[in-house]
């Protein structure tokens, strides 16, 4: 009767749009006791719009947007696809970068226009010890006041301009969490990106543990320190950064709208990219396995 149960488990869980990688994920299941989920692109669109621009004295908007657009046209980076695009919708077509170079977790640099250009976090320009002036500093606050992630843009060792970028929740995503919960799993928010920004996510979806401004080679030593508390890993993501977390997680599950990465690095994969669909695997997946027994 094993293998049946199996079969007509997976075969149903196909349908919902949940790929089981093999038996062994289904006690998983069971035992998992906190679920961490990765912020962008798995409790949030991942679909980034650039909402505000400042500028120092001196700089135009339209030249942050052509510098900063023209460098982050080379990246894959959700906030980077924002940024493009504002950019091509206000100046046109964006000139090619030279030496770009992608700084995981952070940002971009690279030559423009004969500029040595920096995109990214407030994080990189202090690393570069590129002194942020007041103006920009107060924008730079006033964004992450609102839930937007702040991005900074530099050109010759000087700051030039701010923008906020906001990312929407998907609108099953509150839904998801309280199912979640009722299952017996303890939600904990993961993410490189700010705390204000984070913990404005986690109030909407109403999560009450957060793990904020994490690089990515620290998302898997976030999972291995709640292992180490005792706790039954399972960890929702989609993203290159996440692979290594859903791999060490007790159970990876990436979002099927994700990198390969993530869906390698997975145990169980959710083909609608829909954080609803999660509860549906877990149930679906612990019913599996009471039928087997
Ligand atoms: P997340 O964990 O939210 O998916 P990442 O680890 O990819 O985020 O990046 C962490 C943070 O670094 C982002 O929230 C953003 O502030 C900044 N960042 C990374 N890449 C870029 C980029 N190309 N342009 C602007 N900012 C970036
Ligand atoms: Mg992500």
């Known amino acids: 009767a094993t293998p049946t149960a199996l079969m007509v488990g997976t075969g149903r869980g196909a349908q919902l749009g949940i790929l089981i990688k093999g038996p062994e994920v289904l006690e998983t299941t069971r035992r998992a006791d906190t679920i961490v989920l990765d912020k962008t692109g ?10 505000t621009t400042h500028t120092t004295h001196g700089t135009t908007t339209t030249e942050v947007l052509r510098l900063a657009g023209a460098l982050e046209n080379a990246s894959e980076h959700p906030i980077a696809q924002a940024v493009a695009a504002a950019a091509t919708d206000t100046t046109g077509p964006l000139p090619a970068p030279e030496d770009f170079q992608n700084i995981p977790g952070l940002g971009v640099q690279g030559i423009v226009e004969g500029h040595a250009v ?12 590129i002194p942020l002036p007041s103006a920009l500093a107060g924008a730079l606050a006033e964004a992450e006041e609102h839930g937007r992630t702040a991005v900074v843009v530099a050109w010759d060792g000087e700051a030039r301009g701010v923008f906020g970028v906001a990312d929407a929740v998907k609108d099953s ?18 993410t490189g990106d700010n705390r204000a920004v984070a913990e404005a996510v986690a109030r909407e979806v109403g999560i009450d543990e957060v793990h904020a401004e994490v690089l990515p080679e620290d998302k898997v030593n976030v999972v291995k320190r709640l292992q180490a508390e005792g706790r039954v890993v399972a960890m929702v993501g989609d993203g290159v950064n996440d692979a290594a977390a859903l791999a060490t997680a007790d159970l990876g599950l990436a979002m099927g709208t994700g990198t390969d990465a993530a869906i390698e690095a997975s145990d169980l994969t959710l083909v609608r990219g829909d954080l609803k669909v999660t509860a549906d695997a877990i149930r679906l997946s612990r019913r599996t396995l009471a039928t087997i027994r």
Do not use: I, W
Request: hydrophobic share 50%; aromatic share 0%; glycine share 8%.
């Open 173 to 190: 995503s509150a839904a998801a969490v309280s199912e979640l919960r009722a299952l017996g799993l303890t939600p904990v928010l993961l």
């Open 42 to 51: 798995t409790v949030t669109t991942g679909r980034m719009t650039l909402q």
């Open 118 to 129: 920096l995109v990214g976090r407030p994080r990189l320009l202090a690393d570069a010890a």
